[in-house]
């Protein structure tokens, strides 16, 4: 044979038997029975797996590509905690072309296809490690960790083992609905103490990032954690929020946790084994927050723990819930978590902290030390302490319970203040109104029980100030446990501390109510919401201080004793007495506080001895009138619900009965009275002798003293109807009304049938008036009568008109100084008040028609028209009795004219210049214009006038002087200028006057003494 021929019959061959061996490679598994093959593959899958596998479907072997099992639905027994379960639809297992012609198959790569595997960290140590690589695809695995599972869905990647051993792996799916990545590597076995490997994980939805570098050993039989690890491991995360919201351990709400939202890094060394973990160089940073710590974790035989932190910049603000009332407890767990295992088991160890700056707020708490022990559910708290802004140092030392039938805490508790200023402007209360030389120093310290249902604060020893109190203090968390207050107070300056109670207070009415008052519908409860807070307690409050201050009065004692529960408050008595004969007696109760408040025989009884140190005391403006009708005194009681209750008053100011009946009611949440009110006297001389002690009256007052009116308030607007007073002869009605919901607050009012002699019933004077800007609104008087010391007018109607920082006398009808007259005068707010806030301003002008004004000043009478302009700008305080002129102080101008044809009446301070203009004329009279003009300086009460000219056809005059109000006094000089020759003054008698001569006026303004230097005069 050739040789083409021997290579045509070699190919032939070669294809001949490729052929063959590839039908033999599809044909030669079908002729194999793998069912009877079953055990050994199984056993075979088993070892490669590290698990006891059943197979429970159809067996499949492939020759090519390669050799491999295909095998369908293999499970092991379910997880029982000890023990992990695995289930796959699909397993591929790769085979050696080399164990195959022996007869052996030997697993060398497995590939799991939709396998859900069940178990602990420590089973999966043996899983898979008999085979070159351990594939996944789209496999769950659920991870258990203290009996809750942690879930990997979707898991795609390999597990791959070199000959020397070393490992690597890469793996992707989804854990708690977020995408994970696992990427790491593990050196081959060596005799040292294990193997290196690193491992990263990274969540990056939540922006997670976890590393791992170290020595990794063997696992230990029966371990919790394996295999056992030393090395170190660095986690970031850049929200927590984020990270923790993707475990399903975190059952609460971390949004309402500030530090939830702050980057997280925390960068430690670790040694783990089946029995311990340990952790040291451990640096934790959460936002521009920083910790160090240390400790160790012992699983067997008695779980135990041992943390040591060091806290170096810790803000506590972040460490608490924000959002409404009540996130705290809306956040914590609903049900069992991590440390609720934990906790279930027969743990022990200890916590010790340290840290030396915790920032609360704007301020910075400092030798943070806490202490804490804890062993079979109860934590021994050996010392908790902290100094807080104001140098103020807390501690707690107890023990604690977690055990769910007596969980709670029983110990005691000390806290001192050495500035106590500094301290309550860290918790934003104001002090500025506390005197120097209060809030020195505070003090308390008393043991403490607590459990779900009870706190009590016994031996309760607390110093403040000079105060000393000694007492029990107990508050139930729940309505069917009771609260009780029980203090002894040796000593208390309230007045102090008034201020901080205000705020105190004002704290606790801002709590969010109850849904009592407002289910109720009724929208009546003025208190609320504390007064529906106080309706679901149950309790008991006692006070007693035996010396209580109250800025210059001493009250001795002071007692409180009132109980609350079922929705009601029992005032048993609180009772207040002081050494100036000031006393206050409260009794009755309050009921139905969670619906509409009814009172039931609610009584009160006040007497005050000294009024005038009372009204120094209360810083209360109480008109001299009421200051000397003392003492006083008043019994009242209330009955019915708020809706609709009676009001019944009764009591005397000295000896005047007074008394005031009728409804009052709360609806919308504003106050209502509908009252009647009394007050009366039989003899009125010696009502106004008891107001004005001292004082001498020319008037005699005959017949009693009466005033009664008809009140209705409502909110802020209050109406007095009906009011209608006499004192002996004089009297008044007439209505008003306030509303002091405005700004300047409103005020309308009318009186009539006024018939009233000031100067017979007090010294007080009708002007001045309110100071301007105080009120706005119109007031209307009229009557026969109406005197004072500066005002004469009969048969008048005025009406009085306030805009914005201005008093108008709009109306006047009738007359004044026993003649007809036009009055205009404005009282504002002076223009130019630079110097003082009191400044006012008075301007106007005066027409007289047939008036008599000597009343003020004797010696002039027209039954023609007189004019006075005024324009004065002035400061005065307060209207005093006897003494409001001395409080005068101002400028001015003023001008009189005296119109022509004007007969006048020659005595008095003009008689010397009303002779003059008489002298010369037919029938004594002559036709004269008399005008005065004058600019002038009052400085309490005394006038100094400059340049009062007075002028008319026939002389003129101008003086300079004094004239003081208060003694009613003038002390002028000047000069009489006569306009022609000298005149010849009188009927019958002549007398020549020089054309200039002195005059001097001095003494009282009623009768003065005048002095005309007449030495060249001619007979």
């Known amino acids: 044979m050739t040789s083409s021929g021997t290579s045509r019959t070699a190919i032939v061959f070669a294809a001949f038997l490729v052929g063959l061996l590839t039908l033999a490679a599809i044909f030669a598994p079908r002729l194999i029975d793998l069912r009877s093959l079953s055990p ?67 697993i060398t790569n497995v590939t799991l296809r939709s396998a859900e595997i069940d178990g602990r960290w420590a089973d999966l140590a043996s899983f898979g490690e008999a085979v070159t690589q351990l594939s996944f695809e789209r496999a769950r695995l659920r991870l258990h960790v203290a009996d809750r599972p942690l879930v990997f869905d979707g898991l795609d990647g390999a597990v791959s083992s070199t000959a020397n051993g070393a490992l690597t792996w890469m793996t992707s799916g989804v854990f708690e609905s977020a995408p994970i990545t696992m990427d790491g590597k593990l050196n081959a076995p060596s005799k040292g103490d294990g193997r290196y490997g690193q491992l990263t994980v990274k969540l990056p939805e939540a922006d997670v990032t976890i590393e791992l570098s170290g020595t990794m050993s063997s696992p230990e039989p029966q371990g919790v954690l394996a295999p056992s690890f030393k090395g170190r491991m660095n986690l970031s995360a850049l929200h927590v929020v984020d990270a923790l919201s993707l475990a399903s351990f975190a059952d609460f709400d971390l949004t309402r946790w500030p530090w939830s939202a702050q980057p997280l890094s925390i960068s430690s060394d670790i040694e783990a084994s089946a029995q311990r973990i340990s952790i040291s160089d451990t640096t934790l940073g959460l936002g521009d927050q920083t910790a160090r710590l240390s400790g160790a974790l012992e699983l067997t035989p008695q779980p135990k723990f041992n943390l040591n932190a060091e806290l170096t910049n810790i803000d506590a603000a972040q460490w608490f819930p924000t959002g409404p009332s009540g996130a705290l407890q809306a956040s914590i767990p609903s049900r069992a978590s991590v440390l609720d295992a934990l906790t279930q088991k027969p743990w022990a160890g200890a916590i010790k902290v340290n840290g030396t700056m915790l920032r609360l707020g704007d301020q910075v708490a400092r030798d943070v030390t806490i202490d804490l022990a804890y062993d079979k559910s109860e934590w021994a708290i050996r010392n908790a302490a902290m100094t807080l802004p104001g140098q103020a140092r807390v501690s707690v030392a107890g023990l604690w319970t977690s055990a769910s039938e007596d969980a709670g805490f029983t110990g005691s508790w000390r806290g001192d203040i050495q500035d106590v200023r500094g301290f309550l402007s860290w918790l934003s209360v104001d002090s500025a109104a506390i005197p120097d030389g209060r809030l020195a120093n505070f003090s308390a310290s008393g043991l403490v029980q607590n459990n779900a249902k009870l706190t009590v604060l016994s031996d309760v020893a607390l110093s403040f100030d000079a105060m000393q109190a000694k007492g029990r203090l107990a508050f139930g968390w729940d309505q069917a446990t009771p609260f009780a207050i029980d203090l002894d107070v040796d000593r208390l300056a309230l007045d102090v501390y008034v201020p901080l109670i205000r705020q105190g207070i004002g704290a606790i009415i801002g709590l969010s109510p109850t849904s009592g008052p407002q289910a109720s519908g009724y929208g009546v409860n003025p208190l609320a ?102 003492p006083w005194s008043m019994t009242g009681a209330i009955n019915g619900s708020l809706l609709d209750a009676t009001v ?18 709360v609806a919308d949440r504003r106050l209502k009275l509908d009252l009647a009110l009394d007050l009366s006297h039989p003899n009125a001389n010696q009502v106004r002798d008891l107001a004005w002690p001292g004082l001498k009256f020319k008037t005699k007052l005959d017949g009693s003293m009466t005033v009664a009116a008809k009140l209705k308030l409502d909110g802020a607007k209050l109406a007095v109807n009906d009011i209608a007073a006499t004192i002996g002869r004089y009297g008044l009605r007439g209505q008003m009304d306030v509303d002091q919901s405005t700004q300047p607050r409103s005020v309308s009012a009318t009186f009539s049938n006024i018939d009233i002699d000031f100067t017979a019933l007090t010294p007080l004077p009708i ?3 309110p100071a301007p800007g105080g009120w706005q609104g119109e007031v209307t008087l009229s ?50 008040a630079t110097t003082s806030e009191n400044a006012q301003h008075l301007q106007g002008q005066l027409v007289l028609n047939g008036a008599d004004p000597s009343l003020m000043f004797d010696g002039l009478t027209t039954t023609s028209k007189a004019q006075a302009d005024l324009s004065l700008s002035f400061a005065t305080s307060a209207a005093k ?20 044809n004007a007969p006048l009446k020659a005595s008095g301070l003009f008689a010397p210049l009303a002779a003059v203009a008489q002298a010369e004329g037919p029938g004594g009279q002559v036709p004269t214009k008399q ?68 005059m001097t006026i001095t003494g009282p303004i009623a009768a003065p003494t005048i002095k005309l230097d007449v030495s060249r005069a001619q007979r």
């Open 529 to 630: 919401p504390w007064m529906g807070t106080l309706a679901a307690q149950r309790g008991l409050v006692r006070i007693a201080v035996p010396i209580l201050t109250w800025r210059d009065l001493l009250a001795g004692p002071l007692g409180i004793d009132v109980a609350f529960g079922d929705g009601f408050v029992d005032v048993r008595s609180i009772a207040f007495t002081d050494a100036s004969g000031a006393a206050v007696w409260v009794g009755g109760k309050i009921k139905n506080l969670d619906g509409v408040p009814t009172a039931e025989s609610l009584q009160f009884d006040m007497k005050v001895s000294d009024v005038a140190r009372f009204a120094r005391a209360t810083r209360t403006d109480i008109a001299a009138p009421l200051r000397a009708m003392a």
């Open 648 to 665: 019944a008053l009764e009591g005397k100011l000295g000896p005047v009965d007074a008394n005031a009946r009728g409804k009052a009611s």
């Open 767 to 769: 002007f001045p008036l």
């Open 881 to 900: 009795p006897n003494g409001w002129l001395k409080a005068l102080s101002g400028t001015g101008t003023a001008r009189l004219s005296l119109p022509a």
């Open 40 to 106: 050994s593959i199984t056993a075979e899958l088993s070892r490669a797996l590290g698990q006891d596998v059943r197979v429970r479907g159809d067996i499949f072997l492939s020759l090519i590509p390669r050799p491999q099992l295909m095998i369908r639905d293999i499970a092991t027994k379910p997880y029982s905690g000890t023990q992990l379960a695995l289930a796959a639809g699909e397993v591929r297992a790769d085979l050696s072309w080399g164990d195959l012609i022996l007869g052996r198959y030997a």
């Open 783 to 832: 009557g026969p009568h109406i005197r004072s010391s500066i005002l004469d007018a009969e048969n008048f109607t005025a009406r009085f008109v306030a805009v914005s920082d201005s008093v108008e006398l709009a109306e006047w009808q009738g007359k004044l100084f026993g003649g007809q007259c036009q009055v205009g005068l404005k009282w504002s707010k002076a223009p130019d």
């Open 931 to 998: 005008e005065s003009t004058a600019s002038f300086t009052i400085d309490s009460g005394v006038a100094t006038l400059k340049d009062l000219r007075i002028q008319s056809n026939a002389y003129s005059a101008m003086f300079d002087g004094a004239v003081d109000l208060n003694r009613q006094t003038f002390d002028l000089k000047g000069t009489l200028k006569l306009r022609d020759r000298g005149l010849i003054v009188g009927p019958s008698a002549q007398l020549v006057l020089p054309p200039t001569a002195p």
